[in-house]
């Protein structure tokens, strides 16, 4: 029940193109859904983040779409970039214990130029 | 400003030792939590500390400890070493716990032979 299942496990898209990562939830206890992105050699770094009182939320290219009664959250990355190639972590968290971040599994992004 | 600083970067244990990682946060910032990054099991939370004390914990067993200072920085430590602690480290910091303040260093390697 803890678990946040994300897929798919790799992504390759075309400079331009939209690229879109799916996750899902099991514990309705979450209210805080946050996108990481991680770089080769770096730690993740916070991207967007949505709660689940809204059904999107978008910063720049990147969207957030939350689907409460599925249980389900997705991230859009518009018009993408090569600079986007990395790896992309959904999460879900108690705002309580907001430190206690459980994170998907992870996207390995490519964007092809 | 500076970011989280995690030493060191890499380092290189025999089973049965132990480990001590260091983590100093941003300037100000009073939470401190410790993942662990893992090819097969991704990200996980190992504990928390804010203002010198332990506020949550991950389901790590309990060679796995860690400690943090007066002064905010923090340490983990790891007794009795086996190959399957060898993962990247990585320890994030906010101002009070909230999730999007959450900033993480790049990690210590640590690599178990």
């Known amino acids: 029940q803890q678990q946040v299942k994300q897929s798919p496990q790799s992504l390759i898209v075309q400079k331009g193109g939209i690229s879109i990562i799916n996750c899902a939830y099991e514990?309705?206890?979450?209210?805080?859904f946050p996108w990481y992105q991680q770089f080769p050699g770096k730690g993740p770094a916070l991207l967007i983040a949505i709660r689940p009182d809204v059904s999107e939320k978008k910063e720049g290219r990147f969207t957030i779409s939350f689907n409460k009664s599925a249980k389900q959250f997705s991230l859009h990355i518009m018009d993408s970039q090569p600079g986007d190639s990395a790896t992309y972590f959904c999460a879900a968290s108690r705002y309580s214990s907001a430190s206690k971040i459980i994170f998907g599994s992870g996207t390995r992004l490519s964007i092809r130029p | 400003k500076a970011g989280v600083t995690q030493t060191p970067r890499y380092l290189i244990k025999t089973r049965g030792q132990q480990v001590t990682l260091s983590c100093s946060p941003i300037?100000?910032?009073?939470?401190v939590s410790w993942y662990q990054q893992t090819p097969g099991q991704g990200l996980q939370f190992l504990f928390e500390?804010?203002?010198?004390?332990?506020?949550n914990k991950g389901n790590f067993p309990g060679r796995f400890s860690g400690r943090q200072f007066s002064n905010s920085r923090s340490e983990m430590n790891v007794s009795t070493l086996e190959l399957g602690d060898s993962a990247l480290y990585l320890c994030?910091?906010?101002?009070?716990?909230?999730?999007?303040?959450?900033?993480f260093g790049s990690g210590t390697r640590l690599t178990v032979v």
């Open positions: 500390y804010f203002s010198e004390t332990q506020r």
């Open positions: 300037s100000g910032h009073r939470s």
């Open positions: 994030a910091s906010s101002w009070t716990g909230e999730n999007y303040g959450y900033t």
């Open positions: 514990n309705t206890a979450f209210d805080y």
